[in-house]
């Protein structure tokens, strides 16, 4: 007699309502993908357009320039999705350090200030979503292997890291930007928060991130922004 045993039937009707949802949500999946641009508030031209004439206007005045952005920000979306809270917390992640100020978190984007006045260089970390590097001040270096020239955004530049791409960074002396991602915001929380459980372990900063981060999503979801 064989001694392997077919599956029972209700185990058979469970494994096969089981493919069927894991099918149905990875179809659901893959048409959201397809369409994140349905959930968007912020355009990438109009980013890159905003620096640059903050910059223009304000030059090497870096608060200044953050000010002239911010501001125009909150007219263009009222209703709050622009945190105007100056809440600055320190980032560790990829071996970089510097500061942000969560301008806006949701599911699907998120727009920050991030920087250091004293110079830091990391891992970019391999994303689900595009990321925008809008220079508002000093120059970032970036490098890709098999190249034997850095790649260089000055001022007024940006660097755009491609969904699923990765580089090593480097934000020379003081410099700051306006950091614009959109695609999937939260698997890339993992590489936000893992340089603190491995390393730091500067739990307090830890919670304000998280603490920041989770009440501009859930604020922002309850005004039906995913």
């Known amino acids: 007699m064989s001694s392997h045993s077919?599956?029972?039937k209700p185990q058979t009707v469970l494994l096969t309502r089981?493919?069927?949802?894991?099918?149905?949500?990875?179809?659901?999946?893959?048409?959201l993908d397809s369409h994140l641009n349905w959930f968007y508030i912020f355009n990438v031209e109009h980013l890159n357009d905003l620096s640059t004439r903050a910059i223009a206007a304000h030059g090497n005045d870096t608060r200044a320039v953050v000010s002239f952005i911010?501001?125009?920000?909150?007219e263009r979306l009222p209703g709050g999705y622009v945190n105007l809270d100056e809440e600055w917390i320190f980032n560790n992640a990829g071996g970089a350090m510097g500061a942000m100020w969560i301008i806006h978190a949701s599911i699907t984007e998120y727009l920050i200030v991030f920087g250091t006045a004293i110079g830091t260089e990391g891992h970019t970390?391999?994303?689900?979503?595009?990321?925008?590097?809008?220079?508002?001040?000093?120059?970032?270096?970036?490098?890709?292997p098999g190249f034997y020239e850095p790649e260089v955004y000055p001022q007024g530049s940006v660097h755009h890291l491609r969904r699923?791409?990765?580089?090593?960074?480097?934000?020379?002396?003081a410099c700051f930007a306006l950091e614009y991602a959109r695609g999937w915001i939260p698997p890339m929380l993992g590489f936000g928060f893992a340089?603190?459980?491995t390393s730091t372990l500067d739990f307090p900063t830890l919670w304000r991130t998280s603490?920041?981060?989770t009440r501009e999503m859930v604020s922002n979801l309850l005004r039906g922004k995913i």
């Open 164 to 173: 699923g791409t990765v580089k090593q960074y480097k934000m020379d002396e």
């Open 211 to 213: 603490w920041v981060t």
């Open 125 to 144: 970390g391999r994303h689900t979503a595009d990321d925008y590097f809008h220079i508002l001040t000093g120059t970032q270096l970036a490098y890709t």
């Open 70 to 74: 911010v501001d125009e920000l909150k």
């Open 6 to 8: 077919t599956p029972s």
């Open 195 to 197: 340089d603190t459980l």
């Open 18 to 31: 089981i493919a069927v949802v894991l099918a149905l949500l990875t179809a659901f999946f893959y048409y």
